[in-house]
C-alpha cells in the first residue's frame, strides 16, 4: 500500500507567510467543528478556541505577549523593549484576519492532562489538515510567551487551561517546500 502523495496528510505544510487577504470566518468555524470528532478520554471535549480578529483584540494580543515575556524577564523590561516587542509581534502575526488561541483544560491530575493535551493535539492536526484543503494556512506557534500565566491572564484566558499554541490563519498564497522527513524504518524498532 502507497499512500498517494495528494492525500491531504502528505499536503498540509506550515504556512509561515501571513497575507492579509480576508478568510471567510463561516469556514473556519466549520473546519474547527469539523476538528472537534478528535479522539478525547474526558468528559467533556478538553479544547477551547480563542479568536483574535478585531486590531483592539490584536492589540490586547500583543500586550499580552508583552506581559508574558515580561513574566520571564530577569529584570523589568523598560518601556522602549515592551514597544519592540509589540512592534515584532505584530510584524509577525498582525496582517493575519484571524488568530486562534487554543488551549487544553488541564486539572493538576499527570494522567488526565496528559490525556486532554495529547487530544488537543490531535484536535490541532485535524485543524490544520481540514484548513489547509481549504487553502488556509496554519502555522502551530508555541513561543516562551504562551508558557506564562501573565499571558493568559491578560488575556481572561482561566488558569485551568493551558495554551497549546497560537495559530495566525492565513490565505495559502505560495506553497511552502516541504520539511523532510525521516524514514519510518529510521523510528520503528521491534522491542
Ligand atoms: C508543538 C509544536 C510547536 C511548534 N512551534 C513552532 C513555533 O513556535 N514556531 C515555528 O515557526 N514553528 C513551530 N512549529 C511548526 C514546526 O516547525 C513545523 O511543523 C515543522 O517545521 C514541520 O513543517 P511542516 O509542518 O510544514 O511539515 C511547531 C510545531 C509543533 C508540532
Not at 492589540?59 to 524577564?73: D, H, L, P, S, T
Not at 498582525?94 to 487544553?104: D, M, N, R
Not at 491530575?109 to 492536526?125: N, R
Amino acid at each position: 500500500m502507497k499512500i498517494p502523495i495528494e492525500h491531504p496528510v502528505l499536503k498540509r505544510r506550515s504556512v509561515k507567510k501571513i497575507s492579509s487577504e480576508p478568510l471567510d470566518k463561516k469556514v473556519v468555524m466549520e473546519l474547527l467543528e469539523a476538528a472537534g470528532s478528535a479522539p478525547f478520554h474526558s468528559k467533556v471535549e478538553p479544547w477551547h478556541v480563542y479568536t483574535i480578529e478585531t486590531d483592539a483584540q490584536k492589540n490586547r494580543y500583543f500586550q499580552a505577549v508583552v506581559e508574558g515575556f515580561a513574566a520571564k524577564a530577569d529584570a523589568p523590561l523598560t518601556e522602549a523593549k515592551k514597544a519592540d516587542l509589540a512592534t515584532s509581534q505584530q510584524k509577525k502575526v498582525g496582517e493575519s484576519p484571524l488568530i486562534l488561541i487554543v488551549t487544553s483544560t488541564i486539572t493538576g491530575d499527570e494522567k488526565k492532562d496528559f490525556e486532554a493535551i495529547c487530544a488537543v493535539s490531535a484536535f490541532i492536526q485535524n485543524f490544520q489538515i481540514l484548513a489547509f484543503e481549504k487553502e488556509i494556512g496554519t502555522l502551530w506557534r508555541s513561543g516562551k510567551f504562551i508558557f506564562e500565566q501573565a499571558f493568559q491572564e491578560k488575556l481572561g484566558i482561566p488558569a485551568d487551561e493551558k495554551v497549546m499554541g497560537v495559530f495566525a490563519l492565513t490565505r495559502v498564497t505560495e506553497l511552502p517546500a516541504a520539511k523532510s522527513r525521516r524514514s519510518a524504518s529510521e523510528w520503528i524498532k521491534e522491542i
